[in-house]
């Protein structure tokens, strides 16, 4: 009897990204996983967008739903996806970005030989012309199957995007993604991993991440908070988990996406009266959580040591950062 694949739905939240969205149709149309459903969300764009996704959904009936709805933000989006999907396994792709042919049909057989909750793809920050700006690669160290319970440094080790996994559906049976929020990915997938017994992992990039020109120079606002709430939400969440006795590991995921990940942040807000502030609520989470200047210092990611692995206008970032230069760092951003 002929193995039938099982079904992915493929979430695809959109808004005014009329430039981008038929790449990335496209690449989901091609996708040679043939059991796939692509839940398009129009998140209330007030650009062309509605008029490509019509346009796809008429083209394409038996593999793209199209739906419309007013304007709630990224999160709200997935969610309304999430509530109509019909796969055993769910993947989401932001609409200005795109993905391998083949991503779908490899995660689906990663995630159906292992068992796993959850499947992992490299990543590759890619420009307007398509040219590779930066390779992340997720957990170069790890077999293709890993027992959390055995490996559980890929809790802290993983960069928690939503668009580079593959979700066994079931995960989302109780959770969503938090509304109103910044950083949704942070509060919700570690949540998700903390669910999971068993994932698996490919080293192909297969998530095409672009690095849009016109979004690089915002300026980074207060809205970077919400990584620190995000972090302190999954902490609650992981006491009531299995996991709830590996705290080295809940150690060194408040280091990097607690700190680390702030600090990076702070980078880019240019408001003097917002960075100072940002600054003290990060010290007094690191305070709170007994987080030591030689704890950031002795950190390692994958083995090695984090700071060694950054370049060098990053590295001397943190270093000012941990000396409590702060006014140095004003000057150097």
């Known amino acids: 009897m002929k193995h039938v694949p099982s079904k992915v739905s493929v979430i695809v939240p959109v808004y005014n990204v009329e430039k981008y969205l038929s790449k990335c149709l496209d690449s989901l149309i091609s996708q040679s996983h043939q059991n796939l459903e692509i ?25 793209i739903k199209a739906f419309q709805k007013e304007n709630g933000g990224l999160s709200d989006a997935r969610n309304f996806g999430i509530d109509r999907a019909t796969g055993d396994y769910i993947g989401f792709v932001d609409s ?6 083949v991503m779908f049909e490899e995660m689906t057989v990663l995630a159906e030989k292992h068992c796993a909750e959850m499947v992992i793809c490299n990543v590759l920050k890619v420009d307007e012309h398509g040219n590779i700006r930066q390779k992340l690669i997720q957990v170069p160290e790890m077999p293709e199957k890993i027992d959390l ?3 559980f440094s890929v ?4 960069s928690y995007f939503a ?5 066994k559906k079931s995960l989302f049976n109780e959770k969503r993604f938090k509304k109103n929020v910044h950083f949704e990915d942070i509060q919700l ?32 606002t207060e809205k970077g908070l919400d990584i620190l709430r995000a972090v302190e939400e999954v902490e609650e969440y992981f006491k009531t988990t299995k996991y709830s006795d590996k705290v080295g590991e809940l150690k060194n995921f408040q280091i990097f996406e607690g700190v680390y990940s ?20 990060l010290e007094f989470f690191m305070n709170k959580r007994d987080i030591k200047l030689k704890n950031l210092l002795q950190f390692n990611r994958f083995g090695k040591n984090y700071l060694l692995s950054l370049s060098l206008k990053k590295n001397i970032f943190y270093l000012l950062f941990f000396a409590g230069q702060k006014k140095l760092i004003r000057k150097f951003i």
């Open 189 to 220: 997938i570690p949540q998700l991993l903390l669910d999971c017994t068993t994932v698996a992992q490919t080293q192909n990039f297969h998530y095409h991440y672009l690095e849009r020109t016109d979004s690089i120079s915002k300026t980074h």
């Open 163 to 167: 668009c580079n996994k593959l979700f």
């Open 96 to 101: 200005d970005d795109y993905v391998s042919p």
């Open 155 to 158: 809790f802290s080790d993983i």
């Open 262 to 281: 702030f600090i990076a942040y702070l980078a880019f807000v240019k408001n003097d009266e917002v960075f100072y502030k940002m600054c003290e609520k």
């Open 39 to 63: 839940l398009v969300v129009n998140d209330g764009s007030t650009d062309c967008s509605e008029d490509i996704i019509r346009n796809y959904a008429q083209r394409y009936p038996d593999r």
């Open 149 to 151: 319970e055995n490996n």
